[in-house]
């Protein structure tokens, strides 16, 4: 298996790194790479992050969103001995999974809502909320968002993070938003500037 791609450049590929690459071809080209790679690479590419707030919109921006099977958020223990559990996802393409590592967690406010702005916005924003699942301890997964039960989703990614206190109904109201403007058939970033003029009517 090779350390370098002609496309995506060298492993272990980073998340920050593919912002400018994600954003210099259509939809269509860079999901049709994506499959390329996973068709030659054992149906399978991981993709780091180092923060605790990555830049998850333009990698979900890239994609065709028809092209996306399912996204499965699950817990992880092996990345921050200092955590209970980080997040990861894995977006399911034709040819194999895209895996998403990077620092979600929610041990302190600041890192929670970071789950909310980095994380969960941009699934909704996409319109991908309904395509999105959790993946519980024993295997089984269960829908994201049931309806418009957006306290439900929260409990359940809390709990998923393994600090389950780290609930607070002030993060419905962003969940909502974006599932209102994620309605507009349009790109990513057009959705998440309405987004943020909507939370911020003022700035």
Known sequence: MKNEDFF?????????????????????????QLNRYLNANDNFLEIMDGTSHPD????????????????R???RSDQNDALKATLACDILLVNGVVRVTPQW???KEIRS???????????????LQDKTYVVNSDGTMDKLLH???????????FTLSKYPGSYDSKYIKPLMVATDVGRANIPLDEVLSIYFKTMNPTS
């Open 105 to 107: 967690c929610a041990y």
């Open 56 to 71: 998850f919109s333009s990698l979900l921006g890239a994609i065709s969103p028809a092209e996306i099977g399912n996204i």
């Open 113 to 127: 809502s970071e789950i909310i702005s980095s994380l969960l916005v941009p699934i909704h924003a996409r319109a």
């Open 73 to 75: 958020i699950f817990a």
């Open 147 to 157: 309806g418009t039960d957006f306290e439900s989703e929260l409990q359940n990614i």
């Open 8 to 32: 995506f450049g060298k492993k272990p590929f980073n998340l920050n790194d593919w912002r400018d690459l994600a954003s210099s071809v259509s939809q269509d080209h860079f999901t049709a």
